[in-house]
């Protein structure tokens, strides 16, 4: 598979100035030969404008004239720093020193007591730890359930603030979804009414005033 940028206007660009085979475009542009033949009759990336792949450095002058005079050669592509750049890391389990892996039951307790709606798969990633040490230490089934206690996984330096919060926001916003999803309407908090204060002057004031006309039946506005 090719690796070089914008594929499909690479194509268009050769199909428009080169003398390649549809195979050869294909071959370098990481396309279907079908595809690179929908282009030059203008079915495909019709919209697309050509990119040059000479001068944004991802094939030499000599490569291509090498393909032009033997539709059997596939150019080789300059492998672009920025493709290098694009690429998704792929990171690797979380390792946790010895030291700590004490400490994860109680992080785990954490999770259970306090974000039931975290996922285990999540809490597994997040720690380092595995769905049946997890299923273990909530069922208290964990060969030392009685001496956990749910500690904060930041406190116990197993994973940091930032990245706990985003984890917990991302929990309770799939739960809020599922919850509307199913017909489960969220408590709405309302703010408590504020008392009515009656100060003992204006108790004498109305326990002392005659009654009025307008006090009895209202105003006639």
């Known amino acids: 598979m090719s690796e070089i940028l914008m594929p499909k206007a690479t194509a268009v660009w050769l199909v428009e100035n080169t003398s390649l085979t549809f195979e050869q475009i294909a071959d370098f542009c990481g396309l279907h030969p079908l595809e690179v033949r929908g282009i030059a009759d203008g079915d495909v990336a019709r919209d697309i404008r050509g990119a040059d792949p000479l001068v944004n450095g991802q094939l030499t002058r000599e490569e291509l004239e090498k393909a032009q005079a033997d539709s059997a050669y596939r150019m080789k592509a ?20 010895v030291s700590r892996r004490q400490d994860r039951p109680d992080a785990i307790m954490w999770f259970v007591r306090n974000h039931p709606e975290v996922p285990d798969a999540q809490i597994a990633k997040l720690l380092g730890t595995t769905k049946a040490t997890i299923e273990s230490v909530r069922n208290r089934t964990h060969w030392n359930s009685t001496n956990i206690k749910p500690v904060d996984p930041v406190t116990l330096g197993l994973v940091g603030q930032l990245q706990l919060d985003e984890v917990v926001r991302k929990a309770a916003d799939k739960k809020a979804k599922e919850d509307a999803k199913n017909g489960i309407l969220q408590p709405v908090e309302t703010a408590p009414e504020e008392p009515v204060v009656i100060f003992e002057e204006d108790i004498d004031h109305f326990a002392n005033a005659e009654p009025t006309a307008e006090s009895v039946f209202g105003s006639r506005d």
């Open 78 to 97: 300059i492998v672009s720093r920025h493709a290098e750049l694009l690429k998704p890391v792929k990171t690797g389990p979380k390792y946790t020193p």
